[in-house]
């Protein structure tokens, strides 16, 4: 009985640091970065990014573009975003960038062309 009380305890202990880990795997966060273009695939500078949550529409985080259009969001949680443009004074510059999901531990890559209307 003893051994057998044994055994499920430490089965137990097992099952909860294997479930445990997945689920702080799941959570290990990752990086977004990318250069905004205009049509013509040119770098263009000195633009706000933000990253927007697609669930909740809040803003989670802005960075100003490099003066060649790289930007770089470190350190994000896993999820569905949309990256926002806008330009020096205000408003917003429309872009080709969708809805995307970043996996966990990842960095992703978003090379975005602004169209200037």
């Known amino acids: 009985m003893k051994t057998l009380y044994m055994t499920m305890t430490a089965c137990l202990i097992l099952a909860t640091f294997a479930l445990g880990s997945c689920n702080v795997v799941g959570n290990i966060p990752g990086n977004i970065a990318g250069q905004l273009m205009n049509e013509g695939g040119q770098g263009q ?24 259009g790289n930007f770089m969001f470190k350190s994000v949680e896993p999820g569905r975003y949309i990256i926002k443009t806008v330009p020096v004074g205000g408003g917003e510059l429309r872009n080709d960038c969708g809805e995307f999901n970043l996996s966990p531990g990842k960095t992703m890559t978003k090379n975005i062309i602004i169209y200037r209307d």
């Open 45 to 68: 500078g000195f633009i706000a990014v933000q990253l927007i949550d697609a669930e909740t529409g809040t803003l989670v985080t802005s960075e100003n573009a490099d003066d060649k």
